[in-house]
Nanobody
Framework: QLQLVESGGGLVQPGGSLRLSCAAS????????IGWFRQAPGKGRVGVSC????????DYGRSVKGRFTISRDNAKATVYLQMNNLKPEDTGVYFC??????????????????WGQGTQVTVSS
């Protein structure tokens, strides 16, 4: 069964850092592009970052560019999201999702085959 499990969320003060992990099981992660999405209370899912299966190329949402870094370790079947200089507006549930495409996208749509259950990130003083 295809499955993604996120971890690493928590409560952090503004300016702090967190590293989220997205662990895959039941399918070969290396042939899937992976996206990270955030959902704030009462709002829809917004694309944060993604990494392509083809060449490891990445994309970032405008609000996180320069602060967040996505990476993947296919041997460990895990994708990471390093989040630095966190801001209160980064608060939300973070989901990772897999799509069987060579080039990734940060648009949350039907191309994504598998979604994780999410991990809560709260940025507050």
């Amino acid at each position: 069964q295809l499955q993604l499990v996120e971890s690493g969320g928590g409560l952090v003060q503004p300016g702090g850092s967190l590293r989220l992990s997205c662990a895959a099981s039941g399918f070969p992660l290396n042939i899937y592009s992976i996206g990270w999405f955030r959902q704030a209370p009462g709002k829809g899912r917004v694309g944060v970052s993604c990494i392509s299966s083809k060449d490891g190329s990445t994309d970032y949402g405008r609000s996180v560019k320069g602060r967040f870094t996505i990476s993947r370790d296919n041997a460990k079947a895990t994708v990471y999201l390093q989040m630095n200089n966190l801001k209160p507006e980064d608060t939300g549930v973070y989901f990772c999702a897999a799509e069987n495409r060579l080039q990734c996208t940060i648009v949350p749509g039907p191309s994504f085959d598998v979604w994780g259950q999410g991990t809560q990130v709260t940025v507050s003083s």
